[in-house]
């Protein structure tokens, strides 16, 4: 399941898609959710409030079966470098509240090798030049929805893109609903193309999606042992340790015989593999487990601070007979806490 | 070199802006009423300063001079550092700045004398003793000073006022200013040093350490005083090799009692910053770290391997030569 929904403010920035796919409308609470065999479409309406409305709604429906979310359509341009017509990445989607800037920005997530800009949300269209210079200093693109569809996504988890079509110079007061109408199918056309040639490029990066390697996947593991063993082995990579070596290391041929429930198997390794990325700390762990075995009887228990910033250990005994006193009084005679405390400032052998 | 550069009303004659128009002719300069209307209002993504970095020109408002934390110097002495620029050119993996401003884009505060004003201030506050001011807590203090043009006024400071200690932290080899002026007794330029396979993998666009201790051994045969800092350490299976290269590198330079003083600390980060780092650098070697994250939010080695590694560090600079008066742990 990878399915994208493509969020538009207007029906003629979509216009398009509904054309040449076969987008079929969703009952849902409101109008402008469609569905094809692929995708999602959601024509949100504009400003980033309505915008984020319609999203959120939709996301908490059906968001399980969206895999990311791309928000297509046209912005305005606050600098004259940037070429009227262009399509352009959106790298960062910032927010102008009627007046005043939200501190929160969002960073997308890169699909194309399109320019990448950055743009800000306006609380309401920007017609007059004084405005646009103001905003100017924030971004170099302007629109009414992407800030509020961003934050909707990260809420949700979803990776989110925007893909933009230049369409006029923000501030010079022309009305963009005019040019809309005339360059709309234009514009739409070119972000329709734009959409096939990312999805195209999909299919290759799904196949790199993690796989459980061949010598573990005779062993059972559940979702979050799966994606332990995932961080497990990019931790490996980046230690560049060999593969062949940690596998030899895991013994298991022997583990396989083991009579424990396939939930433990896993385990176990997970324990060693994070012992060989983590050598030292294991190594600390099993020296302070060492000083603490003469402690670590029947009836006492020991506890030490496990991110070892104190030299605190706590004891709890229990007492029942005159024999455990005797064997308290023993254990604690035979324990040597300046040896143990010396372990934690980095007395060790490595 | 930036993208845009914004300055403040009463700033824009300032001699740091009419040598950023001569200079680079093609800049544009725009004028604002003030930096924090701008700078920080909207949080920036940090890797933006690799092509989309913008200076900010004005006056720092506020407090001019700060406390440092405990053990940021040597102990004994009330340190402060003061703020005449905010963020860098380089690109350290580890750098706390990802997560300290919400924005990479510089800035420079102009009002020096102002600055001088509260170091005076402090100096009669601390009557008996020295008193300890550090450049380069949130900016590299050299790198771009051929341009900030700030160590003249500071130096004439510094000469008239021997009870106050200055430290200029850098990563920087741009050492022209700094010979431009005399020697002082009370004046430092300490050195962050990495061994060189670190610095070129870790300190993306600092010079290279060989460079770094090229620089300090011109200052030192002119006269001027240096400091090392060999922060932050990072553990490698041949982290102790690779320092005793570094060290012995350093002994080819300059003599090691050259250094007025030595301080070792190991990579450490705040919860924010290293949730930035791991999200600037996803497959740097520093996620192959052993951190732990502490109750503090603090994320670095456990205890027992931060003062093992530092040990080792410390007993290699000692076995060259240096003494334990030389020698301070920072943050530990």
């Given at each position: ?350 | ?172 080899v741009n050492i022209k200013e700094v010979l431009k002026l005399t020697p002082l007794p009370n004046m430092y330029i300490s050195f962050s040093l990495s061994p060189q396979k670190e610095s070129k993998e870790i300190d993306l666009l600092t010079p290279r350490t060989l460079h770094r201790l090229k620089a300090m051994q011109e200052l030192v045969d002119q006269g001027f005083k240096i400091a090392i800092h060999l922060d932050p350490i990072i553990h490698s299976d041949d982290f102790i090799e690779k320092y005793q290269e570094l060290i012995t590198q350093m002994k080819e330079h300059f003599a090691l009692e050259k250094v007025a003083y030595l301080s070792l600390g190991v990579v450490r980060f705040t919860k924010d910053v290293y949730h930035q780092v791991q999200r600037n650098y996803p497959d740097s070697r520093m996620h192959a770290q052993e951190f732990v994250k502490g109750l503090d939010g603090k994320v670095r080695y456990p205890r027992p391997m931060r003062l093992w590694m530092l040990q080792k560090i410390k007993q290699l600079c000692l076995d060259q030569g240096m003494i334990e008066g030389q020698i301070y742990l920072c943050m530990?």
């Amino acid at each position: 399941m990878n399915q994208s929904l493509y969020v538009f403010a207007h029906r003629g920035e979509a216009q398009s898609f509904l054309k040449q796919r076969s987008f079929k409308a969703v009952p849902f609470a409101f109008e402008g959710l469609y569905k094809d065999s692929v995708d999602w479409l959601l024509i949100c309406g504009e400003g980033h409030l309505q915008a984020s409305q319609k999203l959120s709604a939709v996301l908490a429906v059906y968001g399980a079966e969206i895999s990311r979310v791309l928000n297509l359509g046209v912005c305005g341009s606050l600098r004259s470098e940037i070429e009227i017509d262009s399509l352009v990445e959106i790298r960062t989607c910032y927010l102008e509240n009627d007046g005043a800037m939200e501190f929160k920005s969002f960073s997308t997530e890169a699909l194309t090798e399109l320019p990448k800009h950055d743009l800000i949300t306006t609380y309401q269209r920007v017609l007059k030049s004084d405005y646009a210079e103001r905003l100017e200093n924030f971004a170099q693109l302007v629109d009414r929805e992407a800030w509020g569809l961003a934050s909707v996504c990260q809420l949700f988890h979803q990776p989110f893109t925007a893909l933009k079509m230049v369409s006029d110079f923000a501030g010079q007061g022309t009305e963009i609903c005019v040019a809309v109408k005339e360059k709309a199918e234009f514009w739409s056309e070119q972000l329709f193309e734009l959409v096939i040639s990312i999805s195209t490029k999909d299919d290759a990066k799904e196949f790199h999606d993690f796989q459980i390697p061949s010598e573990l996947s005779h062993f059972h593991w559940t979702v979050s042992q799966k994606r332990e063993l995932k961080n497990a082995i990019e931790a490996i990579s980046r230690k560049h340790l060999d593969w062949n070596f940690v596998i030899s290391t895991l013994n298991l041929s022997e583990l396989i015989l083991e009579k424990t429930r396939p939930k433990e198997k896993s385990s176990a390794i997970l324990e060693k593999l994070w012992g060989l990325i983590n050598p030292f700390h294991t190594k600390i762990h099993q020296s302070l487990e060492n000083e603490l075995s003469v402690l670590n009887t029947g009836n006492i228990k020991t506890k030490y601070d496990k991110t070892l910033e104190s030299d605190e250990l706590h004891l709890q005994a229990v007492i029942q007979h005159p024999r455990h006193l005797e064997q308290l009084k023993k254990s604690l005679d035979a324990f040597d806490f300046t040896k143990y405390q010396k372990i934690l400032y980095g007395n060790i052998d490595v | 070199m930036f993208n845009r550069v914004f300055v403040e009303e009463e700033c824009l004659n300032s001699p740091q802006v009419i040598q950023l128009r001569e200079r680079f002719n093609s800049l544009e300069i725009k004028q604002i009423d003030r930096i924090d209307h701008y700078f920080g209002r909207v949080k920036k993504p940090y890797l933006q300063k690799r092509d989309g970095l913008n200076l900010y020109i004005g006056q720092k408002r506020g407090e001019l001079i700060k406390l440092a934390p405990p053990a940021y110097g040597l102990s004994g002495e009330p340190h402060f550092y003061y703020v005449h620029a905010y963020n860098c050119l380089y690109e350290c993996e580890y750098c706390y700045l990802q997560g300290h401003f919400d924005s990479p884009d510089l800035v420079w505060f102009i009002n020096h004398e102002e600055v001088i004003k509260a170091m005076s201030d402090k100096l009669i506050e601390f009557p008996q003793e020295k008193v300890w001011f550090h450049a380069g807590e949130f900016s590299d203090s050299l790198a771009l000073s051929h341009l900030t043009g700030e160590l003249p006024l500071y130096h004439d400071f510094f000469k008239n006022h021997p009870q106050a200690l200055w430290e200029l932290r850098t990563k920087s080899v741009n050492i022209k200013e700094v010979l431009k002026l005399t020697p002082l007794p009370n004046m430092y330029i300490s050195f962050s040093l990495s061994p060189q396979k670190e610095s070129k993998e870790i300190d993306l666009l600092t010079p290279r350490t060989l460079h770094r201790l090229k620089a300090m051994q011109e200052l030192v045969d002119q006269g001027f005083k240096i400091a090392i800092h060999l922060d932050p350490i990072i553990h490698s299976d041949d982290f102790i090799e690779k320092y005793q290269e570094l060290i012995t590198q350093m002994k080819e330079h300059f003599a090691l009692e050259k250094v007025a003083y030595l301080s070792l600390g190991v990579v450490r980060f705040t919860k924010d910053v290293y949730h930035q780092v791991q999200r600037n650098y996803p497959d740097s070697r520093m996620h192959a770290q052993e951190f732990v994250k502490g109750l503090d939010g603090k994320v670095r080695y456990p205890r027992p391997m931060r003062l093992w590694m530092l040990q080792k560090i410390k007993q290699l600079c000692l076995d060259q030569g240096m003494i334990e008066g030389q020698i301070y742990l920072c943050m530990e």
